[in-house]
T-cell receptor, first 110, second 114 residues
Framework: GEDVEQSLFLSVREGDSSVINCTYT??????LYWYKQEPGAGLQLLTY?????DMKQDQRLTVLLNKKDKHLSLRIADTQTGDSAIYFC??????????FGTGTRLQVFP | DADVTQTPRNRITKTGKRIMLECSQT?????MYWYRQDPGLGLRLIYY???????NKGEISDGYSVSRQAQAKFSLSLESAIPNQTALYFC?????????????FGEGSRLTVL
């Protein structure tokens, strides 16, 4: 079946850039997403990219999509302590259900 | 007020008990989902529904059942809870005119089965 994989942890210094990576197996993805989960809360959509795009930029966030390698990344510029959270990559499969990765816990230290 | 509301937010129960988690939404979305979250495993889909009375199994439906009696409500039941069902459960909705597949999540229901 479809699978989405991410590394579990990332630690960065405040002010540096963070890059969170994701790989997926679905060949018919239409949209791919990045969600953020803060402690004690549900998931909130950060950004998404349509499958015919290579890149999407939204303020400090840059999403890169390599369809050939089925690789998605999220870059956060000038990472702040408020960016500490779990980040989930998700793939829209068959237009009806989202398959999530394991989540990457981002820790930002001073 | 939250658009997607889950009750209870926290529940501790014993093995063998029947548990129901409820979800209600004010977004007017047709599609509703139940996920469970476990550390290191991410979110896994339990059941989903595209309309009233429509029920579809997700990747881990064994041991769970759902009911969609109204557009705004989607409940998840554990008929006989077991300890490995201890997890954080999320309800989510999807829909709207500009449907990009985005899910809108509730705040989660933490279930502990002793």
């Amino acid at each position: 079946g479809e699978d989405v994989e991410q590394s579990l942890f990332l630690s960065v210094r405040e002010g540096d850039s963070s890059v969170i990576n994701c790989t997926y197996t679905d060949s018919s993805s239409t949209y791919l997403y990045w969600y953020k989960q803060e402690p004690g809360a549900g998931l909130q959509l950060l950004t998404y990219i349509f499958s015919n795009m290579d890149m999407k930029q939204d303020q400090r966030l840059t999403v890169l999509l390599n369809k050939k390698d089925k690789h998605l990344s999220l870059r956060i510029a000038d990472t702040q302590t408020g960016d500490s959270a779990i980040y989930f990559c998700a793939d829209l499969v068959n237009t009806d259900k989202l398959i999530f990765g394991t989540g990457t816990r981002l820790q930002v230290f001073p | 007020d939250a658009d997607v509301t889950q009750t209870p937010r926290n529940r501790i129960t014993k093995t063998g008990k029947r548990i129901m988690l409820e979800c209600s939404q004010t977004k007017g979305h047709d599609r509703m989902y139940w996920y469970r979250q476990d550390p290191g495993l991410g979110l896994r889909l339990i059941y989903y529904s595209f309309d009233v009375k429509d029920i579809n199994k997700g990747e881990i439906s064994d041991g769970y059942s759902v009911s969609r009696q109204a557009q705004a409500k989607f409940s998840l039941s554990l008929e006989s809870a077991i300890p490995n069902q201890t997890a954080l459960y999320f309800c989510a909705t999807q829909g709207g005119a500009a449907n990009t597949g985005e899910l809108f999540f509730g705040e989660g229901s933490r279930l502990t089965v002793l």
